[in-house]
């Protein structure tokens, strides 16, 4: 299929690796060209614009940082609802605002276009292996038309309902990291305060009741001071402040949600932003 991609960051990159090795022909578009020189070595196509991916594609993903970034890829004049052709599909994996996915399915829909929200969870690590959970709102039917493409991306793949259903999905996956976070951390503190070896501790209580793919993945690289991200801790507040907005919304009060946010605004604003979210260790060593 003629397919189009436009966001090659830390997870695009690996997900557009994976439309290329299943040969498939791929047009990219992203603001910093040098992140995707080894996507254009692989066979991508490089463009100048959304507007050129939208009329050279059949379907098109996205995978950007803020929903003011979805707003213009999709909105603007170069972007997408007003330049792909008809019946070509969108879907949006990008973390944003169920709100503004119910948009832009209903200008889809009046463009003669479909478009989707599928965003993900697994980071960095789960893109490149290609097991991300991916979360899908829209048509059923469009759903089914490209799921094999989806297959690619991911092994938990789950329909969820309406527009702005999978937005909203990735929000429970949000506030349930949220807070987990905050335990893997002070699990880790304790443990040295206590005297204990963290990695072996580690061992013992990773595959038991206090199991989750943070402890997993996150905890090893916080024992090794190793904050590269798979997840920037300033994407990570833009959930946070989505879903703080949504339960607001719908009359809930979330207090861990509301505390794992402040504190990854503080380390923020010390000069955490650009470093990956098991860099939150950091609150408890200062």
């Known amino acids: 299929m ?3 991609f436009i966001g090659t960051g830390v997870m695009g990159n690996s997900l557009v690796k994976h439309l290329l090795d299943h040969k498939h022909e791929v047009s990219i578009y992203t603001r910093t060209a040098k992140k995707a020189e080894n996507l254009v070595e692989a066979g991508a196509v490089l463009l100048a ?13 996205t995978m950007v940082g803020y929903p003011s970034d979805v707003e213009q890829v999709y909105f603007g ?13 969108l879907v ?13 399915f209903e200008a889809a829909a009046a463009n003669g276009l479909h478009a989707l929200d599928a965003p993900v969870s697994g980071g960095d690590i789960g893109a490149k292996n290609g ?23 991911g092994e938990n793949i789950v329909f969820q309902g309406p527009a702005g259903s ?38 013992s209580i990773s595959t038991g009741a206090a199991g989750s793919w943070s402890l997993a993945n996150l905890a ?10 798979g997840f920037y801790i300033k994407h990570f507040i833009k959930d946070m402040k989505i879903a703080a907005e949504e339960a607001e ?11 794992s946010l402040s504190m990854y605004e503080e380390l923020a604003a010390q000069g955490y932003q650009d470093k990956g979210t098991q860099a939150l260790i950091k609150h408890y060593e200062a």
């Open 49 to 61: 614009s959304p507007q050129e991916v939208a009329e050279k594609s059949e379907v098109i993903f």
């Open 220 to 229: 090893p690289k916080m024992i090794n001071e190793d904050f590269r991200p």
């Open 131 to 153: 097991v991300l959970s991916i979360m899908v709102g829209g048509e059923k039917e469009i759903f089914k038309q490209i799921s094999p493409i989806l297959d690619l991306f």
């Open 2 to 4: 003629k397919l189009g």
């Open 92 to 104: 949006d994996m990008t973390t944003s605002q169920p709100l503004l996915a119910q948009r832009i």
């Open 77 to 89: 004049e170069q972007g997408l609802l007003k330049n792909a052709k008809a019946g070509t599909v």
């Open 166 to 203: 999978g937005q909203h999905t990735k929000m429970c996956n949000q506030i349930t990291i949220a807070s987990n976070m905050i335990g893997v951390c002070e699990s880790l503190i304790y443990a040295k305060k206590a005297g204990l070896d963290p990695e072996r501790v580690l061992r």
């Open 249 to 259: 919304n719908l009359g809930l009060q979330l207090p861990g949600l509301r505390l």
